[in-house]
């Protein structure tokens, strides 16, 4: 693989018991059951996107230490506190790749720093800002390479749940364009300019048993 592929989309909550409970109605398919990532002090659920993407639905664990530096997806944040404190939001994606050293140096290591991670037996390697906060907005994905042959999809139930495709908002597109055409992402995500200073939106839009449904930022 000489660049990356989607892996998996990420909505945060403010509460995962209760977002759960909002995605499931939305959406009308059944999560799986609660992950742990203990070095990031968060809670997750996910959901089958067909063979080889998934969607995955976290929060912080109330019932975790304090991690020693920013949670993942801005989570520690205001701003993405505020954002989903009433329902799930979209906070970002992730892609994956076979080549995460080389693709994190052709992107002059803007992804912030490797870490090492693991929940259950899977195993993992993912790029996380220093400050936690996804790049662009959550335009720009964070990249990972699975370190064991398991991938989550082999484990989840399909419920026909398919994403169809992904748009978002920027002031300066062309500087999102250009790190996904580094990550080998040029047509993974449909890119607008957005009026200058009005911030950055993005939208995934899923095919249901249910019919479509949006999932926003």
Known sequence: MTGAVLDHLVLGCADLERGAAWLQRFLGVTLSDVGRHERMGTLNRLLSLGPDRYLELIAIDPDAHEPAHKRWFGLDTLDVRERI?????????????AQLDALDERTGGVLGPVHAMARGDFRWRIT?????????????PNLLQWDVPAHPCDRLVDQQCRLTWMEAAHPNPAKVRYLLDEMGLGNALVLTPSPPYSGMTMCAYLQTP??????MS
Do not use: C, H, N
């Not at 996380?128 to 720009?140: A, F, M, R, S, T």
């Not at 249910?210 to 999932?215: E, N």
């Open 85 to 97: 404190a009433a329902r799930p939001r979209l906070l970002g994606w992730v892609a994956r790749t």
């Open 128 to 140: 996380v800002p220093e400050d936690g906060y996804p790049i662009e907005g959550g335009l720009v």
């Open 210 to 215: 249910s019919g479509t449904r949006t999932l």
